[in-house]
């Protein structure tokens, strides 16, 4: 046997086990790449909607100061109260300083809102680049084992092996079904953070609901000769609920960009209050037309916060239908690189056993000194790793608790316990979304 044939063997036997701790640190490290894309898109949407907000917080905060001018110009001119006193005109300067208010304190909810919106987003980012931090190093660490292997395969196998064709099918078939794999865990990662961000939706949806509920119960103090007091713990509750539901919808729009199977939950209108008629006319049928607004807007919510729910519900299914789907391909996958890896760890076998057993002491010296052995020496040794032997334990161990595990029936869908070892960024999702939805 030449020279490169025996050093070919000898590369196989020496590197079987770091073969097999690669394929190991591979596995664990599939989720990564579609996980890291996933999550780089929904941070630039993050940052876009950050963006915007930040630029609508600078446009009303202008007109809040404006706003607060001219209020406050009105309200301390003792020389214009003085003169409209004076000249008969006292109604229409209080009407005129009643809408300055009423523009100032509309102008400054507002960009209260904006705000409430801002730090909603600001919190989001900040978990999403913690998280790509962790995935990045993860994608490189999975780049780097892929890089190994390879190199070690085009030591051996460097482009197509004539002389093994049946090595390049299954080479094929495996690249096949690590695409349809790909495109599973992207799946599941789409489907997995619209259902986490719903999950959210429905918490803020919630304190919007309770907001509004006590927004009810000050009108009916209201209209009962509750005062100025009641009239403000009724606009403040308000100004809750309304910053509450652009949360959900700003949350709403972004599930559906990343998953256009999500479905819109509708536009929640809250009421707001008049100083016109909670100061100037309050009375107790203003009150009473203000409290059939307020419910007309509790109804509203809960509307939204049923059909928010069915879709948070919808989306939590799909997404561990994804995984149920992710277990079934990651299997083929799995199978079909253990016959690729088989038949080459066959080929290498088939090779190192064509080479000639080192040649015995007696042949090479005629005549041996007494004091050495006569006996030849042990032949070269041929790998003992059987073609039937499975990739990787870890493999194994993935297979063994899925077959355990089982799937349930449930619209073919599994629970992230049976697929979480495939796609740990989407079990994460998985189980922040179970939290927020069994939280009261």
């Not at 729910?309 to 992710?326: H, W």
Request: proline residues 5%; charged residues 25%.
């Amino acid at each position: 046997m030449s020279a490169p044939q025996m050093s070919t063997t000898e590369d196989i036997v020496a590197n079987a086990d770091y073969h097999t701790q690669l394929l190991s640190s591979i596995a664990d490290l599939e989720y990564a790449n579609s996980a890291l894309k996933q999550h780089s898109s929904y941070l630039s949407d993050l940052e876009q909607q950050l963006s915007a907000s930040e630029q609508k917080i600078t446009e009303l905060a202008k007109q809040t100061k404006k706003e607060r001018k001219e209020h406050e110009r009105l309200r301390d001119s003792t020389a214009r109260r003085l003169a409209a006193k004076l000249t008969g005109q006292k109604g229409k300067f209080e009407a005129r300083e009643g809408k300055e208010e009423r523009e100032y304190v509309e102008a400054l909810q507002n960009e209260m809102v904006e705000r409430d919106q801002s730090n909603m987003l600001n919190h989001l980012l900040a978990e999403a680049l913690t998280a790509k931090d962790d995935l990045e190093q993860k994608a490189k660490k999975y780049e780097s084992l892929q890089k190994e292997l390879h190199s070690l395969y085009g030591r051996v196998f460097d482009g197509p092996s004539g002389a093994y064709p049946e090595e390049d099918s299954l080479e094929y078939d495996v690249h096949e079904a690590a695409r349809r794999h790909g495109e599973a865990q992207h799946t599941l990662n789409i489907e997995s953070q619209a259902a986490e961000l719903l999950a959210r939706s429905c918490v803020i949806m919630d304190r919007c609901q309770a907001s509004v509920q006590e927004a009810l119960s000050y009108s009916r103090y209201d209209m009962m000769g509750g005062g100025n007091m009641a009239d403000y713990m009724e606009r403040n509750a308000l100004t809750n609920a309304e910053a509450c539901a652009a949360q959900v919808e700003a949350l709403v729009d972004q599930a559906i960009r990343i998953c256009p199977t999500v479905q819109r939950v509708g536009r929640v209108n809250i009421a707001t209050g008049s100083l016109m008629s909670d100061v100037f006319f309050d009375n107790f049928f203003t009150d009473m037309a203000f409290n059939k607004k307020i419910q007309n807007s509790a109804a509203q919510v809960l509307l939204a916060n049923n059909r928010l729910r069915v879709e948070r519900d919808s989306a939590v299914r799909r997404a561990d239908a994804a995984g149920s789907a992710l277990v079934d391909i990651a299997k083929d996958l799995e199978h079909k690189r253990r016959e690729l890896f088989n038949l080459r760890r066959a080929i290498f076998e088939s090779v190192a056993a064509q080479v000639p057993k080192p040649p015995s002491y007696e042949t090479t010296v005629q005549n041996p000194p007494p004091t050495l052995p006569t006996s030849p020496p042990p032949p070269f040794p041929s790998p003992s790793i059987s073609p039937n032997i499975s990739t990787t334990n870890s493999q194994n161990r993935i297979i063994e608790a899925q077959s355990d595990v089982g799937i349930p029936e449930n619209d073919g869908a599994s629970s992230p316990q049976s697929w979480g070892s495939r796609n740990p960024y989407a079990a994460a999702l998985a189980a922040r979304t179970r939290s927020m939805s069994q939280s009261p």
